[in-house]
């Protein structure tokens, strides 16, 4: 059984940074393959960024490549969604997604076994 628990979401302008972390318990983080998904106001859940459990393969929505980066430190338990350059229409709230035995960077909600509880991010324009 994992639990994640995301922090560093808030209120921003366009144009601002944040950084949101995702912390897991459990013993087994390394053999988990993470994702971060939104979901903007009114629209359906989405896959922003992903990572394989070793960080050797990442995926990234086209809308914030370039802007978003994901990295995972393994022996602090924890994903990073770094987001630069923020929009209004990164409007949403963000979770984190855990799948274990994640070699790839996994796109498709059902896959994951476990997910946090999220984390707003509004950004004004």
């Known amino acids: 059984q994992v639990q994640l628990v995301e922090s560093g979401g808030g209120l921003v302008q366009a144009g601002g940074s944040l950084r949101l972390s995702c912390a897991a318990s459990?013993?087994?983080?390394?053999?988990?393959?993470m994702g971060w998904f939104r979901r903007p106001p009114g629209k359906e859940r989405e896959c922003v960024a992903a990572?394989?459990?070793?960080?050797?393969?990442?995926y990234y929505a086209d809308s914030v490549k370039g802007r978003f980066t994901i990295s995972r430190d393994n022996a602090k338990n924890t994903v990073y969604l770094q987001m630069n350059s923020l929009k209004p229409e990164d409007t949403a709230v963000y979770y984190c997604?855990?799948?274990?035995?994640?070699?790839?960077?996994?796109?498709?909600?059902?896959?994951?076994?476990?997910w946090g509880q999220g984390t707003q991010v509004t950004v004004s324009s």
């Open positions: 459990g013993r087994t983080f390394s053999s988990y393959a």
């Open positions: 990572i394989s459990w070793s960080g050797a393969s990442t």
């Open positions: 997604a855990g799948k274990y035995g994640g070699s790839y960077a996994y796109t498709a909600i059902d896959v994951y076994h476990y």
